[in-house]
């Protein structure tokens, strides 16, 4: 099978494919912004949680330490320091989130603390590092200040810081309250149903210092809040948010309050963060989620996409390549169509030219080509119908391909074939041909009808005769005609062949103006009664003598002239010259008892072309035919291959009296049955037979026959060629009318003729 590249095909195959990838990816990109936006909807709630539950942390506490601090100032100046200290002990102990409650003086100095504070330990918070700036802050301020998240020595606990200012009438500062809120308490501000356990939130201040981080280890505390955010990170992030979302830290604290980014953490693993500023408390939330985490979401729908994707691709490779195999299938038999002849499935002569070089190249340029023609298969065409023809040429393919095994059989058209050989000697040759005709004319059965069919075979030899297809076709073409011509089974090629071709060439060209130039003239050989020995009749012979060619004998040019067509334009001449002559000659003669006949060849192309008896009968009537009979010779081989138009045409002429007489009896195949059907006048032996009845014991047999059908059909019989008084004895004694021959006369020209028939008999 040939493979053919269905470019368009697979063309397509791949550019869906590409659509389908372009489609998945377009897909997870979409599904990606998804999860993205789902991780910002989620972080944002989260980080807006975060604030407004430390607002209301701080809210909360603002109010109460604001009533506790008044509260203690009233009872530090009353000097009732035990109820004080208890108040001050019992607000700790009902607030869990208090570590601890302290009331310092404006200048920092501690007043009052809940007893679990170590006094030792306790410091002046305006001397403090990590509260002076705080405490400043709530001197100034009204409201609650938070300060940085610190670890409290006193109390041994890591803290974040509230301080509020206790104000008189006047709006002096008389106190400042105090409370550290447990850092583990800020965690369940949000607890863990609020917040997904994946997230991480860190809330940094406005000064950068860390407040609160939800991931840390205790040991990790001092790291983390005692230092604030590095600026190598706040220029990062500053650049990042720059690059992914075109704003920097202060677009987000002065108006933009959010902001999300792609952020690398310390280990410079990716987070998903969400960045929002509060401007009431000035702090940022930043709520975190690993990429990994969130590329995980991605897994399951890429997996299966995958899947649908593969099964998808390998589903649509399946469906293409078996389209593709159709296409190649419908392409193999269209070129199996193109290349083989529909009737007999055998290759037919295009398949051959493409094979040929192969071949030619395969047996290194030795081998032989034979053309192969059957015979009389138009007859048997004609007679039963194409049906059968068409059986029948299967029929002979299937004996060829038997016969022939390992060659290259062709079929050419029609009744004819080509076969390619490996390279064999002439004697092995003939004998592989001899075998295979023998096979070929075995009996042929289609229903009741029974059929033999035989083949000339021409034979052309590569590379003696030539290298090139066209020319070793022509010469085994040329030589299957000699066959034929011969009447022979097989004909090789001979340089012979293409002088006799040439000499045809040069036949049909000086043929074209023979007529114009007056060359043709005819002959009249006559006929002898058998008994009475009077000359019965004449036939009319044509004779050329070309100008440039010479005395051309009519069976060379004959054929020529039937195969270009000029018969009709020679036979017209041959009819009317004939004619005038032989009233000319039947004039000048003395009168007979019976009209002289004068017999006419007509080949048989002449007798089937259209209008031929209309034609011969108004040429007649041109003469005044009254002492003459008129008659026309037919091949007997050649009319049985149209029988049915013969036998109309014969029917015709026998109506307005013209004779019909069948020439070269012998050659051909008519049987009893056929001759008894058609009008027939007169029956003439073939020459071939006559000349050898003497030495040929088949010839003379077959002579014999000839002549007792022509008893059985009441018809006379002619035996032409009659060369010695032997022969014209031995004839006679069988029973044969009429004699024409060399031993009685030679065709002689009119007035030669006359002089002949004036002569007084012996
Ligand atoms: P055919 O019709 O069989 O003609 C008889 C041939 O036998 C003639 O040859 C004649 O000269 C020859 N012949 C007669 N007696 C003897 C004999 O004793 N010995 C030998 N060896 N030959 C003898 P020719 O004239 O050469 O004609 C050859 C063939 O050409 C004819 O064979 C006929 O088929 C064809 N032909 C001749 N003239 C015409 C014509 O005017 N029209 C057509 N269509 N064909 C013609
Ligand atoms: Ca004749
Ligand atoms: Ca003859």
Redesign the pocket.
């Known amino acids: 099978m040939n493979t053919y590249n269905n470019q368009a095909l697979w063309r397509t195959y791949l550019f869906i494919v590409g659509f389908s990838f372009l489609a998945a990816t377009t897909f997870l990109y979409l599904k990606w912004v998804d999860i993205k936006r789902d991780a910002n909807t989620e972080q944002t709630y989260a980080n807006n949680l975060v604030t407004n539950s430390m607002e209301s942390l701080l809210r909360k506490n603002e109010t109460m330490l604001n009533v506790l601090g008044k509260r203690l100032v009233e009872l530090t100046e009353l000097g009732d320091m035990k109820l004080a200290q208890l108040m001050a002990d019992e607000a700790r102990d009902t607030n869990s989130e208090f570590a601890a409650v302290s009331l310092a003086g404006a200048a920092g100095e501690l007043i009052l603390n809940s007893s679990n504070i170590n006094r030792q330990l306790a410091v002046n918070l305006l001397a403090e590092e990590n509260t002076r700036a705080t405490f400043e802050q709530a001197l100034t301020s009204d409201r609650l200040v938070m300060g940085r998240t610190y670890f409290m020595k006193a109390i041994q606990e890591w803290v974040i810081p509230i301080l509020l200012s206790i104000k008189n009438e006047r709006g002096e500062v008389n106190a400042v309250m105090g409370a550290a809120i447990r850092l583990g308490s800020v965690h369940s501000l949000w607890s863990s149903d609020s917040l997904p356990a994946h997230l991480k939130l860190i809330v940094v201040r406005k000064d950068l210092y860390r407040q609160y981080v939800s991931f840390l280890k205790e040991e990790q505390y001092s790291e983390w809040y005692d230092n604030a955010v590095s600026e190598r990170l706040t220029t990062l992030v500053d650049d990042l948010l720059n690059k992914q979302a075109g704003l920097s830290l202060k677009d987000i604290r002065t108006g933009q309050k959010s902001a999300q980014i792609m952020l690398p953490n310390k280990e410079g693993v990716l987070h998903f963060s969400i960045i929002t500023y509060d401007t009431v408390y000035e702090h940022y939330t930043i709520t975190s989620t690993l990429v990994k985490t969130l590329l995980a979401e991605m897994i399951s729908p890429s997996f299966w996409l995958l899947v649908v994707l593969t099964v998808f691709n390998i589903g649509l490779f399946l469906i293409f390549r078996f389209n593709g195999r159709l296409q190649n299938e419908a392409k193999d038999s269209l070129a199996f169509q193109v290349e083989h002849d529909s009737l007999t499935a055998l290759p037919n002569r295009r398949f051959l030219s493409r094979e040929f070089s192969i071949w030619s190249e395969k047996y290194q340029g030795r081998f032989s080509v034979l053309f192969i023609d059957l015979s009389n298969f138009k007859a048997c065409n004609d007679l039963y119908g194409h049906s059968t023809g068409d059986r029948i040429l299967r029929e002979v393919a299937v004996r060829i391909t038997k016969s022939f095994s390992g060659c290259l059989c062709i079929r050419q058209g029609g009744d004819e074939f080509i076969i390619l050989g490996p390279e064999k000697d002439k004697e092995a040759l003939t004998n592989d041909c001899n075998e295979f005709l023998t096979q070929l004319n075995k009996t042929i059965t289609l229903g009741h009808l029974e059929f033999s069919v035989n083949a000339n075979i021409g034979i052309a030899l590569s590379p003696k005769d030539g290298d090139s297809l066209d020319e070793l076709l022509r010469k085994a073409d040329m030589a299957m005609y000699e066959a034929k011509r011969k009447q022979e089974d097989i004909a090789f090629y001979s340089e012979n062949l293409e002088q006799k071709a040439k000499q045809v060439a040069d036949i049909e060209k000086e043929l074209r103006h023979a007529l114009k130039r007056n060359e043709f003239s005819?002959?009249y050989?006559p006929q002898i009664d058998a008994i009475s020995n009077e000359v019965l009749g004449l036939?009319?012979?044509?004779?050329w003598n070309s100008e440039v060619l010479g005395f051309v004998?009519?069976?060379q040019f004959?054929s020529v002239a039937?195969a270009n067509g000029s018969?009709h334009a020679?036979?017209q001449f041959?009819i009317e010259t004939?004619m005038s002559e032989c009233i000319e000659i039947s004039r000048k003669t003395a009168p007979r008892a019976i009209k002289l006949r004068l017999s006419?060849?007509?080949?048989v192309r002449?007798l089937l072309s259209d209008g031929f008896i209309e034609n011969l009968i108004v040429t007649l009537e041109k003469y005044d035919r009254q002492g003459i009979t008129f008659m026309i010779?037919v091949?007997e081989s050649l009319l049985i291959e149209d029988l049915d138009r013969a036998k109309n045409i014969l029917f015709h002429a026998k109506k307005v009296g013209i004779y019909v007489s069948l020439?070269?009896f012998g050659t051909g195949y008519s049987s009893l049955s056929v001759l008894s059907k058609l009008p027939i006048n007169e029956l003439?032996i073939?020459?071939s037979f006559?000349?050898d009845i003497l030495v040929n014991k088949q010839d003379w047999l077959l002579a014999k026959s000839i002549i007792n059908l022509s008893k059985s059909l009441a018809i006379p019989v002619v035996a032409?060629?009659?060369?010695t008084k032997d022969q014209a004895d031995m004839l006679a004694a069988h029973g044969c009318d009429i004699f024409?021959?060399?031993?009685f006369a030679?065709?002689m020209k009119k007035d030669d003729i006359i002089e002949f028939l004036n002569k007084p008999k012996i």
Do not use: C
């Open positions: 005819m002959v050989q036939e009319a012979l044509i004779r004998p009519p069976d004959i039937e018969i020679i036979g041959v004939a006419v060849n007509v080949s002449q010779e091949t020439d070269d003439k073939d020459r006559v000349n032409e060629g009659v060369e024409q021959g060399y031993y030679r065709p």
